[in-house]
């Protein structure tokens, strides 16, 4: 969970910053993130990418902490675009290169 810090820091960041047009949250199973996390343990420069615990601990701690983004989106009425992002890469770039420019390019 988010700090009290964190949250406050972060309302007083979107308080002078502009309505956003949309947020973008690109749903990925759990199992699938700590394949590709550990998948990329020798390129990425992060040396806790190859322990599969700190791993599991980063992705279960990303999921929580998106949620509550995602919430905060909502609350503020800021649409938020679901991508399937268990997919290849290429696809989930085109999902989000078609939802931006249908709707924040057309804005």
């Not at 949309?22 to 322990?51: N, Q």
Request: glycine fraction near 6%; include cysteine.
């Amino acid at each position: 969970m988010w700090s009290n810090l964190v949250l406050a820091q972060a309302a007083l960041a979107a308080a002078r910053m502009p309505r956003a047009w949309c947020a973008f949250f690109l749903r990925c199973d759990g199992e699938v993130l700590v394949r590709r996390i550990r998948g990329r343990a020798g390129t990425s420069g992060r040396p806790d990418d190859a322990d599969e615990e700190k791993v599991r601990e980063r992705v279960a701690r990303n999921i929580r902490e998106s949620g509550e983004m995602l919430r905060a989106c909502r609350d503020a009425a800021v649409p938020v675009v679901e991508i399937d992002a268990d997919r290849d890469p290429d696809a989930v770039y085109g999902d989000i290169r078609r939802h931006f420019e249908a709707n924040v390019c057309a804005a």
